[in-house]
Nanobody
C-alpha cells in the first residue's frame, strides 16, 4: 500500500526560503523514483523536481537553479530546498512516488509566497 506525508510548507516573503520534507511508509522506498509536483489555484499540476532511484535528478524549467531536491534512503525521505521564492511559486506541493506501475501521492503541503 504505502503512503507519503509532506511537511514544511508555510508563508514566506519573496526572496525567502523553505525546506519541504516527504516521509514514506509502507513501501520499498529505495526502489521508487520520487518527485515533487505543485498545483497553483486554477492551474494544472506542474512538475517541480525528481530524484530517481538511481540518484539521477531533474528539475522543471521554472525552478532550475533555485530549488534543490535530495533523498535519504535510510530515512525513507526526500527533501526540497527552495530558495529565492517568488509569488509564482505559491501552490500546494505534492510528493509523488513511482515504481513500475505503482504510484503514490501525498496529501500536499501549502506554500504561500507573499509580502
Amino acid at each position: 500500500q504505502g503512503w507519503l506525508v509532506e511537511s514544511g510548507g508555510g508563508l514566506v516573503e519573496p526572496g525567502g526560503s523553505l525546506r519541504l520534507s516527504c516521509e514514506a511508509s509502507g513501501i520499498s522506498f529505495s526502489k521508487y523514483d520520487m518527485s515533487w509536483v505543485r498545483q497553483a489555484p486554477g492551474k494544472e499540476r506542474e512538475f517541480v523536481a525528481k530524484v530517481a532511484a538511481t540518484g539521477d535528478i531533474h528539475y522543471g524549467d521554472s525552478v532550475e537553479g533555485r530549488f534543490t531536491i535530495s533523498r535519504d534512503n535510510a530515512k525513507r525521505a526526500i527533501y526540497l530546498q527552495m530558495d529565492n521564492l517568488q509569488p509564482d511559486d505559491t501552490a500546494i506541493y505534492y510528493c509523488w512516488a513511482v515504481f513500475t506501475a505503482r504510484d503514490i501521492w501525498g496529501q500536499g503541503t501549502q506554500v504561500t509566497v507573499s509580502s
